[in-house]
């Protein structure tokens, strides 16, 4: 058994997790220490203490939360992809299409968001929608560029065999563009929670279907600002843990072969 | 036509008729070459930068055409290669590798292509990788493998088709020599045990006299034939060959014969 320290995960895990635990500490101090109101900036604890005391409402709106960013999310993968199957077969169609991708990206969704929440009826539907069209582009884009970035040489000796196009974009195609795809779907995956939490604050829907946007707007009017910090807390954490779970997806996928996912030996 | 002509050893595999090349932008890459090669023959194709051997290569391997006159295969047209006893393989200057598959997924490749089972698939892809020692590194991923070794999975991965014409463009040009001179002797060993008709592109004399039964000294401006060097060494050929005086006399006269190609590409 090697000492603690010396293991690998050990400084990546536990060097952030102290800079956290003393930033916490500091800001836990100041708030006691200079009398700070609570309504005003909440110490750490009377966070947790919100927490704690409305777990089941922030529950359920963290659960409407992740299935509009999770429906988001493989929307865009699927559509994303899609496209960018679409856009190699000719440059005609990537010349064609692309400037109406690149439209879609650069409009801020907020300015969007009112427009597709009047025409959809369905605030679930509207607010996936949202959240799907900012989540799509890093995936059409990378994809793209993933299933074109093929190793000359290996198209060549496809080509010398007379290897089909299918064929060719199976064998091919697909895993060269493997990597790009997965770092498209990093950001996509952190976009679309993004999505869904601001088309959230635009619809400002309550109800059954009220997600953590809702939350913070609620206890913005109502002046709970710890409950605020708490729903602001969960929505932090998914998105850690939306980052955490394609990293490992990446590991999964990548780990054995590709320069990014490999450990270099020292 | 002549099919029994692949079981007669003096009919060529390759005939280079006349062939030339002219590239789109003018530029003249082979003079009218007239070339013939046997069966079981191993011929390396040598001589300054711009003589066209590459481009040689590439005309027998059929990945580009001529510009005028033609090649034959087996005294057939390449619509015929690749069926029984006329397949030919390539190995590229890189191992051109997929980095994702393992290595013997990427030896699979060519039998992959043409739907070959399963079973046999792979017990011939063992085969193959017996022939380049690599059998220990059958699980591994090309990014575990040195640079010799990568290249050995590309010979392999042309071995697996059974190639009875096996067309190599300087395929151990970016390694040292050490590892060079350890590849040339499995290559000479191979080709000799499979009575293997080889193309082979190189920059390095005593590889090309090492290997070779003949050698096709080329010069530039047009790409031409220069001169041919035959090699009249028994094969197979070992180590003792290549610290053998012989060895270093022949070197000396395909250095004068180069020297000579050289001068005549100024012109």
Known sequence: ?266 | MNDFSIAQPDVPVVDVLSAEKIFANGFRGLAPIELSIRRGEFVSLIGPSGCGKSTLLKLIANLIEPSDGRLQWWRGDFSKVGQAGRQLAFVFQDPTLMPWARVENNVRLPLDFVGVDRATARSRVAAALAQVELTHATRRYPRQLSGGMRMRVSIARALVTNPDLLLMDEPFGALDEFTRNRLDEDLARLSWERQLTSVFVTHSIYEAVFLSSRIIVMAAQPGRIFTEFTVDEPRPRGEDFRTSPRFAALCRDLSTLLTDASIASRG
Request: aromatic residues 10%; proline residues 6%.
């Open chain 1, 1 to 266: 058994m090697r000492p603690l320290m010396q293991r690998e995960w050990f400084a990546p895990v536990v060097a952030p997790l102290v800079v956290g635990a003393l930033l916490l500490g500091v800001w836990q101090f100041c708030c006691g220490y200079f009398q700070i109101p609570i309504y005003l900036f909440p110490a750490p604890s009377d966070i947790a203490e919100s927490l704690m005391e409305n777990w089941q409402p922030l529950l359920h709106a963290l659960g409407s939360t992740l299935k509009i960013t999770f429906a988001a999310f493989a929307l865009a993968t699927i559509l994303g992809v899609l496209t960018a199957f679409l856009f190699i077969q000719s440059r005609w169609i990537e010349m064609s299409l692309l400037p109406y991708a690149v439209l879609l990206q650069v409009t801020p969704i907020v300015a969007v968001a009112p427009l597709i929440i009047i025409l959809v009826k369905n605030t679930p539907l509207a607010l996936t929608a949202c959240a799907t069209v900012i989540a799509l582009f890093p995936i059409i884009s990378n994809t793209t560029i993933g299933l074109r970035s093929v190793d000359p040489g290996l198209l060549a000796y496809f080509r010398m065999n007379k290897v089909g196009r299918a064929q060719t974009l199976w064998r091919l195609r697909v895993p060269s563009a493997l990597p790009f795809f997965m770092a498209g779907l990093r950001i996509s995956s952190g976009l679309a929670l993004i999505g869904a939490v601001v088309a959230e604050f635009v619809a400002g829907t309550g109800g059954r279907s009220a997600g953590l946007a809702y939350e913070i707007l609620q206890s913005g009017f109502q002046l709970d600002i710890p409950r605020m910090f708490a729903a602001l807390l969960l929505i932090t954490v998914t998105g850690v843990a939306l980052f955490g779970l394609m990293v490992g997806l990446d590991r999964l996928l990548l780990g054995h072969w590709h320069d990014s996912a490999v450990k270099t030996e020292r």
